[in-house]
C-alpha cells in the first residue's frame, strides 16, 4: 500500500491549540480508503526541528506523498492551497527566538520549488460546502513555507502544503478534517494515487 504522510503543527503564539494539528488528526481518524496507508506526525513552530523532521520522513518513509497542513492566523475562514515553497526570506522568529541562517532554507538550493501537484487544477475543481477555498503562491515565509520548501527539496517536488483557518464555532476540527478528506482525495486522483 502506498504511503502518504501528513502533518499539522503544534502551539504557537495565542493558539494553545493548532487548528493543522487537530485537522490532520480528524482526516486520519476517517482515513482516505483502504488503499492508502496515511502516517501522521506533529511538527513544531520552530524552524530546524520541523526541518530536521521533514528530512527524516523523506529519508527513512518515503513516502508518495507529504501534505502538510499549517494554521494560517488570518480573520477569514478559508482554505489555501499553496502551489510552491520559497528559498528565501525567513527573518521572522520562531517560537524558540531563532531564524535560519542567510533567512534561508537550503543554500544551494533553488528559489522556489513547485508542487508536483497542480494546485490551481484541484481549486479549480474543488468545493467544499461552507468554506471558501482559494489558491496561492506565496505560503508566508515562516515555518510553513520552510517546511514545505524543505519537502519540495527532498521529496523532489511530491508535498502539497494547505493552509486552514483558526478553530471557530463554524469551523470546528470536526469540519476540517472533512474538508481535507475531500481535498486530499481530489489530489491523490490528480496523481493517479486513488486506485494504487
Known amino acids: 500500500k502506498p504511503l502518504s504522510f501528513f502533518s499539522g503543527f503544534g502551539p504557537f503564539r495565542q493558539y494553545l491549540v493548532n487548528s493543522s494539528w487537530e485537522a490532520v488528526k480528524e482526516l486520519s481518524k476517517r482515513g482516505l ?7 501522521v506526525m506533529q511538527l513544531p513552530v520552530v524552524y530546524q526541528k520541523a526541518k ?11 513516502p508518495l506523498l507529504a501534505v502538510h497542513v499549517g494554521l494560517a492566523s488570518s480573520t477569514t475562514a478559508l482554505i489555501i492551497l499553496e502551489q510552491c ?26 528559489e522556489k520549488i513547485e508542487s508536483a501537484i497542480n494546485m ?13 477555498i482559494i489558491f496561492s503562491r506565496d505560503a508566508g515565509r515562516y515555518i510553513c513555507d520552510y ?15 494547505i493552509h486552514v483557518p483558526p478553530l471557530s464555532q463554524s469551523v470546528t476540527a470536526d469540519f476540517l478534517g ?7 482525495l481530489a489530489m491523490l486522483e490528480q496523481c493517479g494515487m486513488d486506485h494504487v
Open 178 to 184: 472533512k474538508a481535507l478528506q475531500t481535498i486530499i
Open 147 to 161: 517546511t514545505y520548501y524543505t519537502s519540495l527539496y527532498h521529496g523532489s517536488g511530491r508535498a502539497a502544503f
Open 85 to 110: 515553497g520559497k528559498n528565501k526570506g525567513y527573518q521572522e522568529r520562531d517560537a524558540c527566538g531563532f531564524h535560519p541562517e542567510g533567512a534561508c532554507c537550503m543554500l544551494d538550493g533553488p
Open 120 to 132: 490551481k487544477t484541484l481549486w479549480k475543481n474543488i468545493s467544499v460546502e461552507g468554506i471558501e
Open 33 to 39: 480508503g483502504e488503499n492508502i496507508n496515511l502516517q
Open 52 to 62: 530536521e523532521k521533514v528530512i527524516k520522513i523523506w529519508t527513512t518513509l518515503k
